[in-house]
Structures are given as structure tokens and as C-alpha cells.
């Protein structure tokens, strides 16, 4: 076990390196690693190859309810050049509840903090629906190792703003997804629990994700399933158009969950659209 301090801060983290190992396919095995940021434990996923210095990292960060298991085709998916790190936020995947519910503001400082910690240097943010909140507040929370954000399915559209049509917005989108994403989506959410996730979706709710997308000085690129039901066409290009530098990409045919039913086509948007490959 390795214990850190910085100075100069709260933070501390117990990191416990290669306590899981999970495969994916023939292609990619995780190591799963435990981290403590500020008393808030995180669940990180990373590939055994090993990275040139100096590549871009790709931070991927689940929605409401979830885990870093509907990431795991997409994670396969990315280039394998790229560093790709998929995350379990506190509160989810079965780690500890945070003490008190957390802002969208919070969970995004932590984070920031985080990633800062782990000294990535150049980031890429990925974040699916309510992880889009989050990683908008963790670029603007430490905006210096982030060259670019990545908003899939981003919520709330203003279509929805509240929990009944949230609710109304997700079954449909049940109606259309996968056999195997809704397996996925359905053992998380029983694993987060109805009051967790009823806490966060108020949250969620609450955040204005349109006013913060102009504050960032980053590109942005916002993905969205062509049927979509949660994330709207009209509201998704709306994000794009706020952005300091944003571009939109639709996936036909695809719902709220693209990147799990076609991660080749996200992982193709994402390279193509890269800060790098600009």
C-alpha cells in the first residue's frame, strides 16, 4: 500500500495497485485500482500496455446509476496509442456513499483533484449524460491538463427538466436500446439503489449544464445516438453552438446509450475530432 500526502492540502490517497484484473474480449484486460481523494473512494480502470510519455490520457466517466462497465466497449474501442483511463465515481459501482450528497459542483472538483493527483498531464474528459455535468466542472474546476471534453447524450435537455419527464425520456429509450445495454444499465442502477439515484438525478436537475459549457475555453464535442429520446437534437446543438469551439456528432439509429451499442463509430468521432489530431 502506498500512502501520499500533498502538501499544501486535505487530499490523501490509498492506492492499491493491481487488486483486480478484469478481461474484456481477446483485445483488453483492466487493472482496477482503489483510490481516497479526500475521504471519497474511486474505482479506477486502466489497460496493462504501457504508454509513450506525454500521450494524451482519455478520463472516461459514467452517468447516474452507473459504472465503468458500460465504458468497457468504448475503452476498447479508443486508440490504443492513447492512454485510457475508465473511472467509478464515489457513491457508485458499490464504493462508499459519500457523507453527504454531493453537488455536481463537488463531484467534479473531486474530480479535478484527482486527475491532478495521478498527474496525467494532457486530458480528454468523457463524460455520458450526468457524467457530462461532471466532467464540465472538473475541466472548469482545474482547466490547465485538459485539452478537450467530450459530452455524450449530455442532460438535462430543457425538454426534461424534471424527474417524471427524465423518467418518461428513459423508458423510451429502454424501448430502443440493446438487449445487452439494458442488462448493463439495469444491474447498476439496483446496485446504486433508489434513494442514491433519486438523490443525484435532483442534482441533476438542478445544474444548468447550458450556462457552464461557455466557460470553458477548451473544444468541446458533443455525441449523441440519432434517436436519442434523453438527448435532444435541438438541445445538443444548441451545447455545440454555446461552446467556445464546439462541434456536434450524430450517430444515426443509436440511443442514449451510443457508446456501449456503437463504440467504433464514438471512438472514430472522438479520434477524428481529437485537439491533437487537429
Not at 502506498?2 to 493491481?18: A, Q
Not at 496525467?120 to 464540465?136: D, E, I, P
Not at 435537455?157 to 445487452?180: F, K, N, S
Not at 455525441?223 to 444515426?252: C, F, K, M, Q, T
Request: a neutral charge; aromatic letters at 6%.
Amino acid at each position: 500500500e502506498m500512502l501520499r500526502s500533498l502538501v499544501g492540502s486535505e487530499m490523501c490517497i490509498r492506492d492499491r495497485c493491481g487488486t483486480a484484473r478484469h478481461t474484456y474480449g481477446e483485445r483488453m484486460t483492466l487493472l482496477s485500482r482503489r483510490i481516497v481523494v479526500a475521504g471519497h473512494a474511486f474505482r479506477l480502470h486502466e489497460s496493462t500496455e504501457t504508454h509513450a510519455p506525454g500521450v494524451v490520457t482519455y478520463v472516461l466517466v459514467h452517468g447516474i446509476g452507473m459504472s465503468h462497465r458500460y465504458f468497457a466497449p468504448l475503452h476498447a474501442a479508443l486508440p490504443r496509442s492513447a492512454r485510457v483511463i475508465s473511472i467509478d465515481l464515489p457513491g457508485f459501482a458499490g464504493l462508499p456513499q459519500p457523507e453527504r450528497d454531493l453537488e455536481v459542483e463537488d463531484m467534479g472538483r473531486l474530480l479535478a483533484e484527482l486527475v491532478a493527483v495521478l498527474a496525467l498531464g494532457r486530458v480528454v474528459y468523457v463524460g455520458h449524460s450526468m457524467g457530462a455535468q461532471w466532467v464540465l466542472e472538473a475541466a472548469r474546476a482545474r482547466p490547465e491538463p485538459v485539452e478537450g471534453v467530450v459530452l455524450i447524450g449530455a442532460v438535462v435537455d430543457e425538454r426534461h427538466r424534471t424527474l417524471g419527464a427524465q423518467a418518461r425520456a428513459l423508458v423510451v429509450d429502454t424501448l430502443g436500446e440493446t438487449p445487452a445495454a439494458n442488462a448493463v444499465v439495469l444491474v447498476d442502477y439496483l446496485r446504486c439503489g433508489i434513494r442514491r439515484y433519486l438523490k443525484q438525478a435532483r442534482r441533476m436537475i438542478e445544474y444548468s449544464t447550458a450556462s457552464t459549457v461557455p466557460a470553458l475555453q477548451m473544444p468541446v464535442l458533443v455525441i449523441r445516438g440519432g434517436d436519442d429520446p434523453v438527448a435532444g437534437s435541438e438541445w445538443s446543438h444548441a451545447l455545440g453552438a454555446a461552446a467556445h469551439d464546439g462541434v456536434v456528432v450524430e450517430i444515426p439509429g443509436q440511443q442514449h446509450n451510443v457508446h456501449f451499442s456503437a463504440p467504433q463509430a464514438v471512438a472514430e468521432a472522438i479520434e477524428g475530432w481529437a485537439p491533437s489530431a487537429r
